[in-house]
């Protein structure tokens, strides 16, 4: 009796992990060939795009910020990883349901699919053909889960007979290994139609050819030469101007957007005398400048790394709401990029002296694709969230009243002025570095003021006036570097504090980044040998 009770509960547990094998597979199948056909539609299509972004929106602010703050700019990784974690475990229930009652495995997969199907249709810019892979993608996974389970059935029948007779067959049964064959015929074909659904996205994206043919006109007003002396002396400092594979990338895009130029436009409108809209084209025609930002993301923690400077092409805003007329009262332009996403950036920021642009080139090339192709927005001063909008398609003139942006909705500050900032880069934390003379630096900002000051402190010594690099404009970080004499072997701790152009300090009580940026002062800790 014990030795059946105990080959029932085995059938038990094998016949639950084929159940949810089964899922697993069809829920692949249904991935793979939505994945196959969104290539067709427009980039809403595929659910898993879609779905992805869905819940990038509906991530609160507080996981959002733990997530930046954990993994950096691998958040999106992480959360590729958890969503086909979910998806799993999701498809794992619809398979356990369907081993009961194919009607009940039936009707999840139906249900996940309408939840699927609100994420594809409420997607910026989506219709509703976009549903169509879903559909047919159902289609399959229905049918794959129909199939394998009655592969178990059948194997389910045939062990309770043999266990009459006392003996089980359920590690070497023939239908054990058609179940398996089964499962493994069908996620090679989930794999393969996915991954070729993938290359014939890419194959139809045409923009990535037309950026690379693409020939920026020159900037009628270039920007001033570097001075020679901005890259301090310390080796291993970031370098001054980052180069665009290395530019941090902060956005809510799982797969950046395709934007066509040659469809591309701009609209201007809201609160405004005079709407219009601008082609790529007429844009390229104006006179664009050029001039070197560094960027900030409000997310970047204490002696965090989202930062990066580059040299930006690009038509004044200055000079689009100098034509849209603003009319009195509006305080704030929304601008929104083609997947949705939105800044609130305050009005006087796109109409004074300061270089805010609608740019097109970086460091000399065309935007990449991940940060912004053809045409997104840069302001100095602002953090990212509140004025650095990618793939830009909209600006209306607005009122902080009436309207606000994405983060905004989500917890964050409605205005983002970026907050004085410094970090140790050199010693790198927790390295070992030989007696005598340490050489220390790192960079430090505070843009459209600029930095006057940097000091640093060794252990709990007092504080010490660091040298500073050139400055290249105040909308620019700037580096410092300290030579330590006379190091002393041990572990020691080095902190550092900038003062903004006014001379202001930067603030040393320690805050996270939410909701409008991090402050605290920076340190290290690392051992002289
Ligand atoms: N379309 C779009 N633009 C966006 C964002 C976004 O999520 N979507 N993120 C903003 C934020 S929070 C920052 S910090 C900057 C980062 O720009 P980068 O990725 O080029 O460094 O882009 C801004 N523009
Ligand atoms: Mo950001």
Redesign the pocket.
């Known amino acids: 009796m014990a030795k059946q009770g105990n080959y029932a509960r085995k059938t038990d547990w094998q016949g639950r992990f084929f159940a949810s094998l089964a899922g697993v597979v069809s829920a692949g199948l249904l991935f793979g060939v939505a994945e196959l056909f969104s290539g067709f539609f427009g980039p809403a299509a595929s659910p898993l795009t879609s779905v992805g972004a869905t819940f990038i929106d509906f991530t609160p602010a507080w996981m959002k910020n733990f997530a930046i703050a954990t993994f950096g700019t691998n958040d999106k990784l992480v959360l590729l990883i958890s969503l086909v974690i979910g998806a799993v475990i999701l498809a794992a229930v619809a398979g356990l349901l369907a081993r009961k009652n194919i009607m009940a495995g039936a009707s999840a997969v139906v249900a996940f699919a309408v939840v699927m199907g609100l994420c594809v249709i409420s997607r910026a810019g989506a219709d509703i053909l976009d549903l169509i892979p879903l559909v047919l993608g159902t289609a399959a996974g229905l049918w794959a889960l129909r199939l394998l389970i009655r592969a178990i059935s059948t194997r389910q029948g045939t062990s309770a007979e043999t266990e009459q007779e006392g003996q089980s067959d359920l590690n070497t049964g023939t239908s054990r290994r058609a179940f398996l064959v089964r499962s493994a015929a069908l996620a090679g074909v989930a794999v393969v139609v996915g991954l070729g659904g993938r290359a014939l996205t890419s194959a139809r994206n045409t923009t990535v050819a037309f950026r690379e043919a693409l020939k920026l006109p020159s900037a009628k007003s270039k920007a001033a030469a570097l001075p020679a002396g901005v890259q301090g002396p310390v080796e291993g400092v970031t370098p001054f101007v980052t180069a665009n594979k290395d530019?941090?990338?902060?956005?809510?895009?799982l797969v950046p957007?395709d934007v066509d130029p040659t469809s591309w436009s701009l609209r201007v409108h809201g609160m405004v005398e005079n709407e219009f809209t601008m082609t790529f084209d007429e844009l390229l025609a104006q006179d664009l400048v050029e001039s070197y930002v560094t960027?900030?993301?409000?997310?970047n923690i204490v002696g965090g790394n989202?930062a990066?400077n580059a040299k930006w092409l690009g038509y004044p805003l200055r000079e689009v709401m100098a034509r849209a007329k603003p009319k009195d009262g509006a305080d704030m332009v929304l601008s929104t990029?083609?997947?949705?996403?939105s800044?609130s950036t305050p009005l006087p920021a796109l109409q004074d002296d300061r270089e805010a642009l609608l740019a097109v080139g970086m460091n000399g090339e065309p935007l990449p694709v991940?940060?912004?192709f053809p045409v997104?927005?840069v302001v100095p001063g602002l953090?990212?969230?509140v004025?650095?909008?990618?793939?830009?398609v909209d600006l209306e003139v607005t009122t902080f009243e009436q309207m606000s942006g994405?983060?905004t909705s989500r917890g964050w500050s409605s205005h983002g002025p970026i907050k004085t900032a410094s970090r140790v880069e050199v010693p790198r934390a927790l390295a070992r570095v030989p007696a005598g003379k340490v050489a220390i630096g790192g960079s430090a900002w505070a843009q459209q003021s600029g930095i006057s000051k940097v000091e640093v402190q060794v252990d709990n010594n007092g504080w010490q006036l660091a040298t500073l690099a050139d400055e290249a404009s105040i909308d620019t970080w700037r580096q410092w570097s300290y030579y330590w004499e006379g190091a002393t072997s041990g572990t020691h701790k080095v902190q550092v504090r900038a003062y903004n152009g006014a001379g202001e300090m930067q603030i040393e009580k320690q805050a996270p980044p939410e909701p409008d940026g991090s402050t605290g002062w920076h340190s290290i800790t690392f051992t002289v040998e």
């Open positions: 530019f941090y990338r902060i956005d809510t895009a957007p960027l900030t993301c409000v997310s989202l990066g990029s083609i997947d949705g996403f800044a991940d940060h912004g997104r927005m953090y990212g969230f004025s650095a909008t990618k793939w830009v994405y983060w």
